[in-house]
């Protein structure tokens, strides 16, 4: 934690002085999935979430970002009822807090390709219902990360641009509370 508002506060000392332009992002993702268990073909979990995830910083040069994101977000697994197991669900729910600084390369007219670089610190949340009874504790994880972003960002006006992620590299570490 330490680790975290130590880089805050360097990047909020950093651009205090500078002309930086403010960097605002919001990222959303819906999610709908349906597999198939390798225990018994009538097993199919269907797994529906969504998050939010905002970030905010300052853009110091053309090739250089800092600021800080976050985000939450909630997923359901539903393993339906069989003639042989009952209706589980196990209810999902993920928050952060994230510092980062971003690389911009590549810059042409509309396309540019960027890194986010980040540190993550959250907690995630997993509940299970059978038959809907809560039926254990809640687990509770502190999650704390380093992360590796490749992205493609378009340039649809002066005050407007579209990324996506291209994948994450990173190295996590979870503890229980």
């Known amino acids: ?61 053309d090739l250089i970002a800092v600021g800080v994101g976050g985000g939450e977000s ?41 890194v986010d670089c980040s540190m993550r610190y959250g907690e995630s949340k997993t509940a299970k219902f059978v038959n809907d009874n809560h039926t254990e504790a809640d687990k509770i994880n502190k999650n704390i990360g380093y992360y590796l972003e490749p992205a493609l960002s378009y340039e649809v006006n002066d005050h407007l641009a579209v990324e996506m992620s291209i994948c994450n590299l990173r190295y996590t570490s979870t503890t229980d509370n």
């Open 1 to 61: 934690m330490k680790s975290l508002l130590i880089f805050v506060m360097v990047a909020v000392v950093a651009t205090a002085e500078m002309k930086a332009q403010p960097l605002f992002s919001l990222g959303l993702n819906l999610n709908w999935s349906q597999t198939e268990s390798s225990d018994h073909p009538a097993i199919r979990p269907v797994t529906v979430g969504g998050g939010l995830f905002p970030r905010v910083g300052y853009q110091i040069t």
């Open 74 to 114: 909630m997923s359901n697994t539903t393993y339906p009822e069989t003639d042989f197991t009952d209706l589980i669900v196990y209810k999902r729910n993920i928050w952060f807090v994230s510092p980062f600084i971003r690389f911009y390369f590549s810059d042409s007219n509309k396309f540019r390709f960027m």
